[in-house]
């Protein structure tokens, strides 16, 4: 590993309960992955790695086993630590875009800036910035259900990148959109993120995604193994 690592996965574990009985999902886990480093994630449906990711991102607790971002035990923190450390550190691009409806296009990717407490200014100029790194530098006051997917996730990606997160967590996105609209959404997203140096892990069932990336992970039976070392 060239740069040191950003994010250290010690020993993870997790059940879920089910009728009575608990279902292992996660179990034991380990995983450094290093700062610009980008990590794709594979595996069959209901392997458990939307669960990991939203570990990762401090929503949801395991119960066992460390997770440690930028030298933060992320389970060790308050509530409150933990909401800020998310606010600060790390961006989420979703299957389904999850914009707000009612939000123009500059208004969902100011959110988390206003959330960190930039000044209206401050935002107005990185809205716009990042908006011409996605090419919809013209769409500003257009509202999510006026945009194509492929849009609405170029909106999305730029809205988890705008704060300048240590680390973003992409879980499937480019599984609602067409194969070609996919490919244009992995251009972006990795290249924007080798532009800004932010360390990248990307939930995919697509190999050819996953060959983007610089390391491909699979989860299988609730631990993580290597598929070879690719570059891009
Ligand atoms: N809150 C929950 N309670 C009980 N079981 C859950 C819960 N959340 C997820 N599961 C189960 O845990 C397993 C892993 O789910 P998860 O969504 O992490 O898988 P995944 O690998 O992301 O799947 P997919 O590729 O289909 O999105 C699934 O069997 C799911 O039904």
Same mark, same amino acid.
């Given at each position: ?6 994010? +250290? ?5 997790? /059940? ?16 450094? #992955? ?15 790695? /939307? ?26 923190? /308050? ?13 989420? +691009? ?10 123009? +296009? ?20 990185? #809205? ?33 990148? #705008?704060?300048?997160?240590?680390? #973003? ?55 993580? /193994? ?7």
């Amino acid at each position: 590993m060239q740069n040191k690592p950003l994010l +250290v996965i010690e020993e993870l574990y997790h /059940s879920y309960q089910e009728g009575g009985d608990s279902r292992p999902i996660l179990n034991g886990i380990n995983l450094q #992955v290093a700062e610009h480093e980008c990590i794709a994630l594979l595996g069959r449906s209901g392997s458990g790695k /939307s669960t990991l990711l939203n570990m990762l991102a401090g929503i949801d607790t395991p119960q066992q086993g460390c997770i440690n971002i930028m030298g933060q035990a992320i389970h060790d923190l /308050s509530e409150r630590e933990r909401t800020l450390l998310r606010r600060r550190h790390i961006g989420f +691009v979703y299957q389904f875009f999850n914009l707000i409806p009612t939000l123009t +296009v500059a208004e969902n990717i100011g959110l988390p800036l206003e959330l960190n407490g930039h000044k209206e200014r401050e935002i107005k100029k990185l #809205v716009g910035l990042i908006l011409s790194d996605i090419g919809l530098g013209n769409r500003w006051n257009a509202y999510p259900d006026q945009l194509s997917g492929g849009e609405q996730q170029r909106i999305a990606i730029a809205r988890a990148l #705008v704060h300048n997160p240590a680390i #973003v967590l992409a879980d499937e996105p480019t599984g609602n959109l067409d194969a070609e609209t996919g490919e244009h959404i992995m251009r972006i997203l990795l290249g924007l993120s080798k532009q800004l140096k932010r360390t990248l892990i990307i939930v995919t069932h697509s190999l050819e995604v996953a060959e983007k990336a610089d390391r491909i992970l699979t989860l299988n039976d609730g631990t993580l /193994s290597t598929h070879g070392d690719p570059h891009w």
